[in-house]
């Protein structure tokens, strides 16, 4: 029914897609499966009318489809249910789902009481317990996800889009929404299913279509694949035998400058411990939103902590702001650099000394050569690409935008670095160059934290990986361990810690 | 019974409109209080109130449209004046008929309209910073139009305006009747949903099939005639015409709004523009009322205007307080709400 072809998309100089495909028939449940980046958020995006692809062609039974807009797709009968949900949190339940499909009455008043009336036939058939008046906001996020596949649904779409859609929902949850998918299934509507849950696409999906890094590697029946090929099809690597012991408990040389906890930040960690050693480079992996940016900033003291323990050169860390932090002497690289790290209208100097000027008396008087010197010695030091220190930091491209953030907080010495997913949307030379810094100031006894969704960055660069997921450790690797299959697994809840507690 | 009493209130507390409610009946206790209830409530003074104030009260509904579909407009004030000389000029220049003529005050509001929309909707520009480069240029249409305060309205348009019908109900109110029920038809629309969709969340809401720039479009049209209305209503009231006049409307709606419970998108009802924009009014009448009587009481006391409005925008700042610490309340219910709840699912989910 469906072909999407040779589709293509860039955005800038990242390609999120090069020539991939997938197809879809009525009555099939097609697995959408690839680790992250592989771009299969961007193919449902194309076919929801919220990307428009460079290149390709769509094909909806045998004719070109042209979608431009989110009203395009839902004329052709595709609806969808996004991962980063597309309620309006202000709006009632009611509202939500019916928006742009309210049943009218004449006069072009919206008939609330047939409103009501379908409202909670869906609510009953999705089993959903809760009040049609409500605002989105007020409700648990598992339910707004329940909302958002209800509202999907309600469309009576020729073709269901489902963008991970069962990271947020509970057991109970899942075996409802599955029951539906089936019944949906029966009445011939073809179904897309992205998720990252393995169980889940043995359990329900009739075919899978695999991407890595843009591209479409195989389509295949799910029974005709098995949790190996699957890894092997999305990392490209033979997955060898499961590595038999967990190095959660290795001991480690050295002073130990970080050592979390049980630490649990609501709503995303759960019960997280970590130790980090002096002069040591921790890497965090694991999906998006697992809890990798609320762990770190938990360490910055700007999430705030519920229970757990975070003990810092051996004293009890208790912070209320990240300025606390920074006076602990933590550092911390956003990988926003716009919003969370970067003046950029400011110059590069100001931009380099700001931390310095932070950290300093209020009142101390600062000679404008200092600075300067300062400055200069870190873009030498770092290779630093500028024109002048007085271009606005705007000016450089983004990997320097990165090195001089980076070069900002080193150069006030920290005991400790926390980096989030620094290198995000930076080119591979400068990523390489932030990695030799990083390795400089760990030779120099720094202890740096730096979660990635870089599998290979962080292969490369971690003495060891905490791989998070669902906001808890999955597995810990080092030494031998640290493959990238084992990582891969751990990502989707395959790892060590699980197995040996069982599966939740 | 009064159990129902009880739920009805706890239910209008959660309401937004309930911060600007509370500020309105305030200051309606505090006139009735310092004017005598026979006389703030006496037909005469109720009535030259309610027809002096309704042009602002429009604007404020204007107002509120825009900041519910996520967007603003403060050249309102100038365009209050556009209308005015528009209606004004086009009788006496071109002796059109004055219906005529406020037909054609109306159309220049809605073009107005249209002018900011094309620069905050489709060329993108800071709503408040492009509504406010836009005063400037539709001053400067106003005073082209007509240099000095000159022009008048026929006597039997005015008086009916501003007389009570019956010596019971004031004649101007069937105006705020007409734009309340107006917005009460568009707020049952499709229209009326998707503009609290595309207030709160333009990409959500063009995920849902809904064109953000097209409600926007509407939005602004329905804007223009509230203006327009206000527009006719500021020319009933003074009888003549003023380029310069009602400047200050603009700012004073967004804040009028904003007291009233509206937050920039998709939050808020329209009945918290007109609390708001009600306690305003009120407020200066207070005011207004007590520096005269104070000038009685005490001989040879006198207070400019500034002073008097010194006093009152002091009491609009603490009601602008007032409102923060509300919206804060309901926030941190919400949040402490929402918090148990996903401890108890994972908790459960977990095992723990």
């Given at each position: 029914m469906l072909e999407m072809r040779a589709i293509d998309k860039r955005f800038d100089a990242v390609v999120a897609l090069k020539g991939a495909r997938l197809n879809s028939s009525?009555?099939?449940?097609r697995a959408l499966l690839g680790s992250n980046g592989s771009g299969k958020s961007t193919m449902i995006k194309v076919l929801a009318g919220l990307v428009a692809p460079n290149g390709g062609l769509i094909l909806l039974d045998g004719k070109r489809a042209a979608i431009h807009s989110g009203v395009d797709s839902r004329k052709l009968g595709i609806a969808t249910a996004f991962q980063d949900l597309s309620l309006i ?10 928006l742009g499909n ?46 958002e596949v209800?509202k999907a649904?309600?469309l009576?779409p020729r073709m269901l889009l489902l963008d991970e859609v ?24 073809a179904i897309v299913y992205v ?14 279509t695999i991407m890595r890094s843009g591209e479409t590697v195989?389509d ?68 998006q939103g ?45 990988g926003e650099?716009g919003r ?58 983004g ?25 995000r949307g930076v080119d ?25 969704s ?51 | ?68 579909s996520g967007t ?45 929309w094309l620069l905050v909707s489709v060329l993108r520009l800071p ?67 998707n503009?609290?969709a595309v207030g709160a969340n333009p990409r959500n809401a063009f995920a849902a099939g809904i064109n953000p720039a097209k409600v926007q479009l509407q ?134």
């Open positions: 009525p009555g099939e449940i949190p202000t709006m009632s339940v009611t509202e939500n789902i019916l309210e049943p009218l009455r004449a006069g072009g008043f919206v008939d609330k009481k047939k409103a009501r009336q379908t409202i909670r036939e869906l609510l009953d058939r999705f089993h959903i317990d809760c009040d049609p008046e409500a605002y989105v906001q007020t409700l648990t996020p598992s339910t707004q996800t329940m909302l209800a649904v309600s009576n069962t990271a947020a929902l509970h057991y109970d949850e899942i075996q409802v929404l599955f029951q539906i998918l089936r019944e949906l299934k029966a009445q011939g509507l998720t990252h849950r393995m169980k889940e696409v043995f359990e329900i999906c009739d075919t899978a195989i295949a029946p799910v029974p005709e694949l098995t949790l190996d090929d699957i890894v092997y099809y999305m990392t490209g690597q033979r997955p060898e035998v499961a590595a038999s012991a967990s190095e959660m408990d290795v001991a480690q040389e050295g002073e130990t400058v970080v050592d979390v906890r049980d630490l649990e930040v609501y709503p995303k960690v759960w019960g997280i411990s970590l130790k980090a050693y002096k002069g040591e480079i921790v890497g965090i992996g694991g999906l697992q809890g990798q940016p609320e762990f770190i900033r938990a360490l910055l003291g700007a999430e705030k902590v519920a229970t757990g323990s975070i003990d810092f050169c051996g004293r009890k860390l208790s912070l209320k702001s990240p300025a606390d932090a920074v006076r602990m002497e933590i550092g911390f690289v956003s650099r969370e790290a970067m003046f950029p209208l400011r110059t590069v100097q100001e931009n380099i000394t700001a931390g310095k000027v932070a950290k300093g008396n209020v009142g101390e008087y600062m000679t404008p050569k200092s600075l300067r010197a300062f400055a200069n010695q870190a873009v030498d030091k770092y290779n630093i690409k500028i024109g002048e220190l007085r271009d606005p930091a705007s000016s450089l491209s990997g320097n935008q990165q090195k001089l953030v980076i070069a900002r907080w080193i150069a006030m010495n920290p005991v400790l670095l926390l980096l989030d997913d620094p290198t591979v030379h400068s990523r390489r160059e932030i990695h030799k810094i990083l390795r400089q100031c760990t030779d120099e006894g720094m202890t740096v934290i730096i979660s990635s870089d599998n290979e960055e962080l292969l490369d660069i971690s003495d060891r990986i905490y791989v998070f997921y669902e906001g808890s450790v999955s597995d810990v690797l080092s030494g031998e361990g640290k493959t990238a299959d084992r990582l891969v697994a751990a990502m989707m809840g395959m790892g060590a810690a699980n197995q040996k507690g069982g599966d939740q | 019974m009064s159990q129902r009493l009880q739920q009805g209130f706890s239910q209008f507390r959660k309401n937004p409109a309930f911060a600007g409610f509370v500020l309105f009946a305030f200051t309606i206790l505090l006139n009735a209080v310092i004017q005598g209830p026979g006389s703030f409530f006496g037909v005469r003074r109720l009535n030259t109130l309610i027809y002096t104030s309704l042009p602002f009260l429009l604007v404020v509904m204007a107002q509120s449209v825009l900041l519910l603003m407009d403060i050249s309102v004030g100038v365009q209050v004046a556009l209308v005015n000389v528009v209606t004004i000029m086009t009788m006496q220049e071109w002796g059109l008929s004055f219906i005529l003529a406020c037909g054609l005050g109306i159309g220049a509001a809605i073009i107005a309209s249209l002018v900011c709503a408040l910073l492009a509504s406010f480069a836009l005063t400037y240029a539709i001053r400067g249409v106003n005073v082209l139009i007509m240099s000095v305060a000159q022009g008048k309205v026929p006597r039997e348009f005015y008086r009916p305006y501003q007389s009570a019908i019956f010596d019971m109900v004031p004649a101007s109110i069937l105006a705020l009747v007409l734009a309340l029920l107006v917005w009460a038809y568009v707020r049952r629309t499709r229209f009326g949903t503009i609290y939005a602004f049209m329905l804007k223009g005639l509230f203006v327009g209305m206000a527009g006719i209503c500021l020319t009933l009231v003074t009888a003549s015409g003023n380029p310069t006049q009602a400047e200050d409307y603009g700012i004073r709606s967004l804040a009028a709004c904003i007291i009233g419970g509206l937050s920039f998108g998709g939050w808020g009802s329209m009945a918290c523009g007109v609390f708001g924009g009600s306690f305003l009014i009120l407020t200066q009448n207070a005011v207004e009322f007590s520096f005269r009587r104070l000038g009685v009481l005490i001989p040879g006391f006198t207070a400019s205007t500034y002073w008097q409005n010194f006093v009152s925008d002091i009491i609009i700042f603490l009601g602008l307080l007032m409102t923060m610490v509300t919206a804060k309340g309901q926030r941190e219910a919400l949040r402490i709400n929402l918090q148990n709840s996903v401890m108890f699912k994972r908790r459960a989910a977990h095992g723990k």
